[in-house]
């Protein structure tokens, strides 16, 4: 059973579009991690959050933790091609991090 | 800022042959893993270091042995290469030196391709 399920796998959009990734799990996180990784590097981290219901921003991206902190969710506003890449959610807890298998996300010109 | 450099970036090897890959960090983080990662796997955790000396087993430790002879040097090492070993192993260092819950840096990657 994998702990945290990202949906969609795939999603490939027009620049200038609104979407919205999710991470979802049965069990209660302390804190949930988003990773983004392009092409040919490792993941870059973007954002922890820790408190239930907790909202951040980062430019054009908005990250959400579930009330009940056991779901996540990334929503990025007028999507450009540099949004393009693989979006990880991440927890830990009870040892080292765990990820998802993440959204791959294309957004064409 | 944390600082990761893996070698090789990449290696092509015949199945039965030994590899070893090298990550090495500048900054004395305490927490160290090694993780690969596989088209519909995502990144799955091999071991992780938390002191020198001190490793533990990760979720595919399977085939592979790790080594921390100094707190600046992690060391991936398949003792016979095979084939599903193909992947991307990368390296990363937790930022927090309390905890291996931590953020993680991850360094660049080790393409290895096993024939």
């Known amino acids: 059973t994998q702990l945290l399920e990202q949906s969609p796998q795939f999603l490939s959009i027009q620049e200038g579009e609104n979407l919205t990734v999710y991470c979802n799990s049965s069990s209660v996180f302390s804190s949930l991690q988003w990773y983004r990784q392009e092409p040919g590097e490792g993941p870059v981290l973007l954002v922890t959050v820790v408190t239930g219901g907790e909202v951040k921003k980062l430019k054009r991206l908005t990250f959400q933790f579930g009330d009940a902190r056991k779901d996540s969710s990334l929503h990025i506003t007028a999507a450009q091609p540099g949004d393009t890449g693989l979006y990880l959610c991440a927890v830990g807890g009870d040892g080292p991090l765990v990820f998802g298998k993440g959204t791959r996300l294309s957004v064409i010109a | 800022d944390a600082g990761i450099t893996q070698s090789p970036r990449h290696k092509v090897t015949e199945t039965g042959t030994p590899v070893t890959l090298r990550c090495h960090q500048t900054?004395?983080?305490?927490?160290m893993y090694w993780y690969r990662q596989d088209p519909g796997h995502g990144l799955r955790l091999i071991h992780y270091s938390y002191g020198v000396k001190d490793t533990d087993k990760g979720e595919v430790s399977d085939g592979y042995s790790v080594s921390r002879s100094k707190t600046e040097d992690f060391l991936l090492t398949l003792e016979s290469a095979t084939s599903s070993q193909t992947s991307v192993y990368f390296c990363?260092?937790?930022?927090?030196?309390?905890?291996?819950?931590?953020?993680?840096?991850f360094g660049e990657g080790s393409r290895l391709t096993v024939l």
């Open positions: 990363a260092i937790s930022l927090s030196r309390d905890s291996d819950t931590g953020e993680l840096f």
């Open positions: 900054e004395n983080h305490r927490y």
